[in-house]
């Protein structure tokens, strides 16, 4: 099982908002949620944190069961301001459906990870990169929802993106 240190340091320390920020950051890795959450959620149940704990109680926003890459990015950008277990529920549906996992999902991921770690990626044009994506997810999440935090929440999961990019190269 592969988690990162800030989630092991955040389930040590029972810091409940930090992991869901953790947990959250996980779906931009695995949209079908079979590898880097399952991993974290596990993790994180193994650790002593109960998913009582983990869910807050929905907000009451609707919940789209649209299949569509759209509805998907709408209901994570949500997650962040509110862990719901139903919003999750939504969104791991909608993933699975949009992003069917493979039988070696798994293998090919350690694969996948192999061959990036032998390449070289200019650091620079990595955090170029990754500032522009954070700046016009946080415009595009900030216009569609009406809501400032929700654009953040999106460049944090850039920043995630980017520290991520640079443990693995």
Known sequence: MNVSEELKKDVAEKN???IRDDLWSCIAFDCN???EFKWAWN?????GVAEREIYEPHDGRSLSSDMTKENFDKLCGELGSNFSKE????????GRKLYPPTQNDEDSLRESVKENHTRQI??????IGTAAVAVAGCVVVTAVTGKFFAGV????VAGYVYKK????L
Request: hydrophobic letters at 50%.
């Open 153 to 156: 929440a999106v460049g944090a």
């Open 43 to 47: 993790y994180c149940l193994e650790n």
């Open 122 to 127: 200019d650091d620079n044009s990595l955090a």
């Open 87 to 94: 919003r999750l529920d939504a969104i791991r549906k909608i």
């Open 33 to 35: 949620f079979t590898k």
């Open 165 to 168: 990019a640079k443990e693995i």
């Open 16 to 18: 409940v908002a930090a």
